[in-house]
Every structure is written in C-alpha cells, then in structure tokens.
C-alpha cells in the first residue's frame, strides 16, 4: 500500500505541473475565462503574461545574407581574428537599428571567408543591405576645445516668441477648465503629448516620492476634483494639473542610524572583529540619547558619509530597508533610540525621528512643450575628428607590460599614420584621444551591455609618442583586450564584403509553414496514439498520456531556454516523438513477453523496462551524440534540427522511464492480472 501511494503522489505531482506548464504554453486557455470574468463582473483579474517562442527567419519571415569577404591583403595568420572584428561590428549595426535576435556566423568554405547574416523580422532586402553596410569605419578623434557657440540675437527672440505662445495656449487651456470645460476633452485639442491625448492625461498615482514626485506638492494643494490654481512652469514645458483622487497607503519613517560593522559583514571595509564590533556598539549604546544620536553617528558610525550626514536615512516605507531594521523601526516610537539590533551590514542603533501616513494622489496632466537653448542649439560634440583613421593603422593585438604584466592593446601605424599620431598626442598631452569604430565605442567602456553613442573608449595621453608604436593600458581584462584588439583590426585592415546571396522569407510565408508543420504533427500524433492503443492496449492509452505529458514539458523548454525554432527545428521536435514512442515500443514489447512466461505482472512491469532500459540507452545515447556533432560543426538550419531532437531525445527518456512506469503502476492491480491480461495484449494462462 506504501508503494501505491508513493506512485499516487508522484502522479499527482507530475499532473499539476503538467498543467502548470501547459497554462505557460497556452496561456489563451486561462487569458480567454479571465477577460470574460472581467468583462462581465467589471473585475481586473490580471491575465497571464504570455512567453512567446522564439521562431526563425524561416517561420517569422526575414532576409537571410551572406557576404563573401576579400581577405587577400590579409595574412593567413590574422585573417580569422579580422573575420570575427568584421562580425562584431555587423553585429553592432544591426543592433543599433533594433533587430531582434540577429544572427551572425562567419565560416570559411573552400577557402574563401563568408559571412551569414540572418534578420528575422526585416523583410526589406534594400534596407536590410544598407543596414550592414560596407568596410568599418575607424576614426581617431581629439577633445573638441572650442569654445560653444552662443545664442545669436534672431535665435534668442525665437526661443522667447515661442514660449510665449505656449504660455499664452496654457493660460486659454486653464480658464477654459476652470469655466467648466471636460479636463479630458482639454487633453486632447492643447497637449503636446500624444500619450496624454490618449489617456486623457491620466498619469496615475503619485506620492512624496517615486515618480513625478514633483507634482505631489501641486497635488496636495488642489481639492479633489479640481485643478491646481496657476500654471505650473518646468525648462522642459508647461503642466496643468488635475486632482483626481486620493489615498492613504501605509506608513513611512524618518529615522538616523549608528552602525558599527565588523570583518565579513556585507559592505565592511573594516578588519574589526565581530566581538569587538559588538563591544563597541554596547559601549555606545550607555552613552548615546535622542538629544546626541546625531553627532555620535558623524563620529563613530563606521557607514560612509556618516561623518557628515549623522547617518540620516531621509523618510522610506516598508521593504525599502533589510528586515531586522524594519521590523525594529517600524515598532518603535518616535523620539526613542533602539536597542542593539545585527544585520548583514553590522550592528545598528536607531533614533526614529518622524513617522506619517503615505500619502497618494491620482493626477492628471495637461503638458505643452516649450523650446529651451538646446531645441535651437544642439550641444558641442565632445570629440572632433583627427586626420587620423583606420587606413593609417597596420595592426592592433593583445601584448603585456613587462614589469606588471598588465594586460593592453599594441598599435602600429604606417609611415603617415606615425606622423599624424605623433602630431596628435604632443597636443593633447593630459587629455584624452577617443576612438570609434562606425560613430560608436569598439567597447563596452560603461559595463552595463549598452553601447550609444556617448559611450567611447578614450584612453589618455601621457606623452608625445613618436615611431608610430602606441599601447592602450588601464584594460579591465584580457576578453575586454582581445575585443579591443579586434574592433580595431576590423577597423582599419581591408577587409571588404560583397554581397553573394540574398533571400527574403515573407511572414505570410512563415505563418503557413508553421500551419502545415503543426497539421502535420498533430496527424502524425493521432496515427501514432491509434496505433498504439489498438496493438497494445492499456500500456499504449497509457503511453499516449505521457506522450502527452511529454509535448507539455518541451514546448516549456523551448520557451524556457529558450530555442530558436525553425522548420528543421519542428522537424527534429516531430522526430523526437517517434523516438518517444520507440522507447515505449520496446518496454511493452519486452513487458508481453515476461507475461508470457507467466511472470506476475507487477514483476513483468519491472522486468520488462529493467531489460528494455539498456537498448533505449544505447540508441539515445548514439543519437545524443549525432545531435552533438551537427550543433558543434552544422550551418544555422542543422543546428536547430539538433537542438530540438537532443532536448526531445532526453525528455522521450524521461517520458518512457518515469511518467510511462508510474502510470501503469497506477493502473495496473497485480492482485486482478488473470482477469486483465488480454489489456496487454497477452491471453490469459490457463493455470
């Protein structure tokens, strides 16, 4: 009975997360009851926030390119490092243009160096073609030292005419709402925001702090209902404003802290022991008083800034600060200083100072824009071009300082470029030479995987540097060397591309592939469940169920992981079924066959997968393998084709071993096999 029930459990368990799952496959199945239950009870349930799959250029339509490049000036050596520069900065031009999920591959074929450019999503060759463009472009630039240019008297008077005009249409907005005019309606013919004009310049709650905090003031001024008395004039425009509604949400404090850290609490640059930490914050404790928190804090608080803030915490609500803080805060009163309380920053003494109820207003805004000097007079560009540029560069790589060893970047110019360079860094001793590869960084300099045009990796001029030899120093990392290194080879080594192949996939196109792909599995599904029901009976019912199951789980993975699916990508998955029924085919097989002999049937089922298991391995395993090969050495299509048909393979193990095993120990009663056997497919024994 133990056992039934352990089976039982495990059942369940898989079952609900079956469901779950299939609710993130196919969250329609939830979304459509919800927007009805909404729709009718004038409820706001939220609806499930769909993961999409990732589809292919094949299925989501798009232009598929390859460029053959001309390494011919190349040495064989540097060749390979140049084709992957030349990647990185075609990567880098279709990001700016926003593509989603862009591939691109370089690959050698018979010698010659190609490069494959798939964009899903863009199905104009024209503009495609021109977004990737030619050879990269390198550009040495200096500070630009020119004194910015003023306002001239005609620009002024334009600035000054235009503000005007936009006072003058606020005030005629304001006495028009103010005289009974609907604030909606008012949104909509003087705004200058299109957002507003749809929402009626509802902008949502707004509190002392958080977003559009500047207008709570306002708000808190205003009686419901009503609009703010005057204009409300920002350097950015002019606000009308709205009170809608109106709410107490909670509570926050205003609170000062002293806090003594020790070596290993989190943020602690101090090397004092935890047991001294604990003395000295005791000692303080005797000592400290509301009426001296301040002045304790600004001399013996370990946190920086503290000896200049007295460890003042401004105002925050619940879940801003560490729990154990908040917990002790929140329950003390105002005036009173804590006890010793530990979190991971150290330990801390409080002195609450203020609590009062949040506050919250939900606003409206009627915005009309104003010109300020920079809408006339764009800001100086920090950088100017040099003479300077990739044509002058003959080759950049990774090298080490001798006496650090620190990682940088080696630079050679030719005769000219050593001249020019030479011209450029005795001016700019102290200062900094920028360098860009197509208007933009050859580097993430910022750290935070976004590259715009004010990002460049600038190095700095220590002395004039003559023979046209120059390192770049100060690099974070060898991988931030080695793509430095790249970028500016790509840059400046001739390496053109010429377009050899072009293919557009329209999305209608896409669409009706995926129709007939999944028309196709689902015929070959229902073939497959008969036949496995009619020749097997109870194991095959039992066996489309976990197929099932199966289908659930790895349309999760492709979402999770998430995979790029293509139409061999479907195929692969479509194949994986067969292998998942395979397996089942041969556990039954081997399952008939004990019963036969007259094994219990309990014993049979064990049996029967114990010695199936090692012909399902070996032929997973060897397909496993061949996946491996075509994802490690295959073009993009092959590679889909063997992702899917390896995560399938794995999951039809999973399906056949466990799910299809524990099912029919849930099904099957040992006690009643005599009268059950011809569900197997085997007759009865006569015994």
């Given at each position: 009975?133990?056992?039934?029930?352990?089976?039982?459990?495990?059942?369940?368990?898989?079952?609900?997360?079956?469901?779950?799952?299939?609710?993130?496959?196919?969250?329609?199945?939830?979304?459509?009851?919800?927007?009805?239950?909404?729709?009718?009870?004038?409820?706001?349930?939220?609806?499930?926030?769909?993961?999409?799959?990732?589809?292919?250029?094949?299925?989501?339509?798009?232009?598929?390119?390859?460029?053959?490049?001309?390494?011919?000036?190349?040495?064989?050596?540097?060749?390979?490092?140049?084709?992957?520069?030349?990647?990185?900065?075609?990567?880098?031009?279709?990001?700016?243009?926003?593509?989603?999920?862009?591939?691109?591959?370089?690959?050698?074929?018979?010698?010659?160096?190609?490069?494959?450019?798939?964009?899903?999503?863009?199905?104009?060759?024209?503009?495609?073609?021109?977004?990737?463009?030619?050879?990269?472009?390198?550009?040495?630039?200096?500070?630009?030292?020119?004194?910015?240019?003023?306002?001239?008297?005609?620009?002024?008077?334009?600035?000054?005419?235009?503000?005007?005009?936009?006072?003058?249409?606020?005030?005629?907005?304001?006495?028009?709402?103010?005289?009974?005019?609907?604030?909606?309606?008012?949104?909509?013919?003087?705004?200058?925001?299109?957002?507003?004009?749809?929402?009626?310049?509802?902008?949502?709650?707004?509190?002392?702090?958080?977003?559009?905090?500047?207008?709570?003031?306002?708000?808190?001024?205003?009686?419901?209902?009503?609009?703010?008395?005057?204009?409300?004039?920002?350097?950015?425009?002019?606000?009308?404003?709205?009170?809608?509604?109106?709410?107490?949400?909670?509570?926050?404090?205003?609170?000062?802290?002293?806090?003594?850290?020790?070596?290993?609490?989190?943020?602690?640059?101090?090397?004092?022991?935890?047991?001294?930490?604990?003395?000295?914050?005791?000692?303080?404790?005797?000592?400290?008083?509301?009426?001296?928190?301040?002045a304790m804090a600004k001399e013996y608080s370990t946190e920086p800034g503290a000896s200049e803030g007295g460890g003042d915490l401004g105002y925050f609500s619940e879940g801003?600060?560490?729990?154990?803080?908040?917990?002790?805060?929140?329950?003390?009163?105002?005036?009173?200083?804590?006890?010793?309380?530990?979190?991971?920053?150290?330990?801390?003494?409080?002195?609450?100072?203020?609590?009062?109820?949040?506050?919250?207003?939900?606003?409206?805004?009627?915005?009309?824009?104003?010109?300020?000097?920079?809408?006339?007079?764009?800001?100086?560009?920090?950088?100017?071009?040099?003479?300077?540029?990739?044509?002058?560069?003959?080759?950049?790589?990774?090298?080490?300082?001798?006496?650090?060893?620190?990682?940088?970047?080696?630079?050679?110019?030719?005769?000219?470029?050593?001249?020019?360079?030479?011209?450029?860094?005795?001016?700019?001793?102290?200062?900094?030479?920028?360098?860009?590869?197509?208007?933009?960084?050859?580097?993430?300099?910022?750290?935070?995987?976004?590259?715009?045009?004010?990002?460049?990796?600038?190095?700095?001029?220590?002395?004039?540097?003559?023979?046209?030899?120059?390192?770049?120093?100060?690099?974070?990392?060898?991988?931030?060397?080695?793509?430095?290194?790249?970028?500016?080879?790509?840059?400046?080594?001739?390496?053109?591309?010429?377009?050899?192949?072009?293919?557009?996939?329209?999305?209608?196109?896409?669409?009706?592939?995926?129709?007939?792909?999944?028309?196709?599995?689902?015929?070959?599904?229902?073939?497959?469940?008969?036949?496995?029901?009619?020749?097997?009976?109870?194991?095959?019912?039992?066996?489309?169920?976990?197929?099932?199951?199966?289908?659930?789980?790895?349309?999760?993975?492709?979402?999770?992981?998430?995979?790029?699916?293509?139409?061999?990508?479907?195929?692969?998955?479509?194949?994986?079924?067969?292998?998942?029924?395979?397996?089942?085919?041969?556990?039954?097989?081997?399952?008939?066959?004990?019963?036969?002999?007259?094994?219990?049937?309990?014993?049979?089922?064990?049996?029967?997968?114990?010695?199936?298991?090692?012909?399902?391995?070996?032929?997973?395993?060897?397909?496993?393998?061949?996946?491996?090969?075509?994802?490690?050495?295959?073009?993009?299509?092959?590679?889909?084709?063997?992702?899917?048909?390896?995560?399938?393979?794995?999951?039809?193990?999973?399906?056949?071993?466990?799910?299809?095993?524990?099912?029919?120990?849930?099904?099957?009663?040992?006690?009643?096999?005599?009268?059950?056997?011809?569900?197997?497919?085997?007759?009865?024994?006569?015994?």
């Amino acid at each position: 009975m133990k056992k039934r029930s352990k089976v039982r459990l495990s059942i369940i368990f898989i079952l609900v997360l079956a469901v779950l799952l299939g609710v993130v496959d196919f969250p329609a199945l939830v979304d459509k009851p919800i927007e009805s239950i909404n729709a009718k009870w004038n409820k706001n349930i939220p609806t499930m926030k769909e993961l999409p799959f990732h589809l292919g250029l094949d299925l989501q339509g798009g232009t598929h390119l390859v460029y053959e490049a001309d390494t011919s000036k190349i040495e064989d050596g540097d060749k390979g490092e140049s084709m992957e520069g030349v990647r990185d900065v075609i990567e880098r031009r279709v990001n700016a243009f926003g593509v989603s999920e862009p591939i691109v591959q370089v690959n050698k074929a018979k010698g010659n160096w190609r490069v494959i450019v798939e964009l899903a999503g863009v199905t104009d060759v024209k503009e495609a073609i021109k977004m990737i463009g030619e050879t990269p472009l390198l550009e040495f630039k200096e500070e630009n030292r020119e004194p910015a240019r003023e306002l001239t008297i005609e620009e002024k008077n334009e600035l000054a005419s235009y503000n005007k005009e936009a006072k003058t249409k606020a005030q005629k907005a304001l006495s028009e709402i103010k005289d009974g005019k609907d604030f909606a309606e008012a949104v909509k013919e003087y705004s200058d925001n299109d957002v507003d004009k749809e929402t009626g310049g509802d902008i949502g709650w707004v509190a002392m702090q958080g977003e559009n905090v500047e207008l709570f003031e306002f708000a808190d001024q205003t009686q419901l209902g009503q609009v703010y008395k005057n204009l409300i004039e920002k350097d950015e425009g002019i606000f009308i404003v709205k009170v809608n509604d109106k709410r107490e949400d909670g509570v926050e404090v205003a609170a000062n802290h002293l806090l003594v850290c020790y070596e290993g609490a989190a943020s602690c640059a101090n090397d004092t022991s935890k047991e001294d930490a604990l003395n000295k914050i005791n000692e303080l404790k005797e000592q400290i008083s509301s009426e001296n928190f301040v002045a304790m804090a600004k001399e013996y608080s370990t946190e920086p800034g503290a000896s200049e803030g007295g460890g003042d915490l401004g105002y925050f609500s619940e879940g801003m600060m560490v729990k154990p803080f908040e917990d002790v805060v929140f329950s003390q009163e105002v005036g009173t200083v804590s006890d010793v309380i530990e979190t991971d920053f150290g330990y801390h003494l409080i002195f609450k100072t203020d609590e009062r109820s949040v506050t919250e207003y939900k606003v409206a805004r009627l915005f009309i824009n104003k010109k300020i000097d920079t809408d006339i007079l764009p800001p100086q560009e920090p950088f100017i071009n040099t003479e300077l540029s990739g044509a002058h560069l003959e080759k950049a790589s990774v090298s080490f300082d001798q006496n650090t060893s620190a990682v940088q970047v080696s630079m050679e110019f030719n005769k000219e470029g050593a001249e020019l360079f030479a011209d450029i860094t005795e001016r700019n001793v102290g200062k900094n030479i920028a360098i860009f590869i197509d208007g933009m960084s050859p580097i993430d300099v910022t750290g935070d995987g976004i590259i715009n045009q004010y990002d460049y990796y600038a190095p700095n001029v220590n002395e004039k540097i003559s023979g046209g030899k120059a390192v770049i120093t100060g690099i974070e990392n060898v991988e931030k060397a080695k793509e430095l290194s790249r970028s500016l080879n790509a840059g400046a080594l001739p390496v053109p591309i010429n377009l050899i192949s072009q293919q557009t996939v329209g999305a209608s196109l896409g669409a009706e592939s995926i129709a007939k792909s999944l028309f196709a599995g689902m015929i070959g599904l229902i073939l497959v469940a008969l036949f496995m029901i009619l020749f097997y009976r109870l194991p095959g019912l039992l066996a489309v169920i976990a197929l099932i199951i199966y289908g659930i789980f790895i349309l999760f993975l492709f979402k999770l992981i998430p995979v790029t699916l293509t139409l061999s990508g479907i195929a692969g998955f479509i194949l994986s079924i067969g292998m998942a029924v395979d397996a089942n085919v041969l556990i039954f097989e081997r399952l008939k066959e004990e019963l036969r002999s007259g094994k219990p049937l309990g014993s049979a089922i064990d049996e029967g997968f114990r010695r199936a298991w090692t012909s399902i391995r070996d032929g997973n395993v060897s397909t496993l393998i061949t996946c491996f090969i075509l994802a490690w050495f295959g073009t993009s299509m092959i590679q889909g084709f063997a992702i899917t048909l390896g995560i399938g393979v794995l999951m039809s193990m999973f399906s056949a071993i466990v799910i299809t095993r524990l099912l029919l120990k849930l099904f099957v009663n040992p006690d009643k096999q005599s009268s059950r056997m011809w569900l197997f497919g085997v007759k009865p024994s006569k015994k």
